[in-house]
């Protein structure tokens, strides 16, 4: 069984959003259980996938002039470093930190992130007239 269920997911009503939340869901799901050969090839993936969703994210909310932009930047920068010290540990031989985080924090922190930040950030644009391309 999968750890985080997308339909927890909240739909954004642009697509580009949900195709990033899905694929983060799937890229997270998959780690689940892997072994420690295949564990860090595949938080690279996701590490690789969660900086472009968030910067297509950051497109959109400079496209569309959204106010709130430098809050919701600031959280993509600050937990994208968290991922990156996550990464760090793991050269250095530590998966333990990293796997502790994809199955206890980030499932609430992408249902928290979706709910909130780019709940805002999808409603704005929406308002706005931006359709997903």
Do not use: C
Request: zero cysteines; proline letters at 6%.
């Amino acid at each position: 069984m999968p750890l985080i269920d997308f339909n927890d997911v909240p739909r954004m009503g642009l697509e580009f959003m949900d195709a990033d939340h899905a694929e983060s869901v799937a890229l997270a799901n998959a780690m689940i259980g892997a072994s420690e050969d295949q564990f860090p090839a595949l938080f690279d993936k996701w590490l690789t996938h969660m900086r472009e969703h968030f910067a297509r994210e950051e497109a959109l909310m400079d496209k569309i002039a959204f106010p709130p932009a430098p809050v919701h930047r600031g959280e993509h920068l600050r937990t994208l470093a968290g991922y990156d010290a996550l990464r760090e540990q793991m050269r250095r031989g530590q998966l333990a930190p990293a796997r502790d985080y994809i199955e206890n924090e980030f499932p609430q922190w992408l249902l928290n992130h979706a709910h909130t930040m780019d709940a805002a950030t999808a409603a704005y644009a929406r308002m706005k007239g931006f359709e997903s391309d």
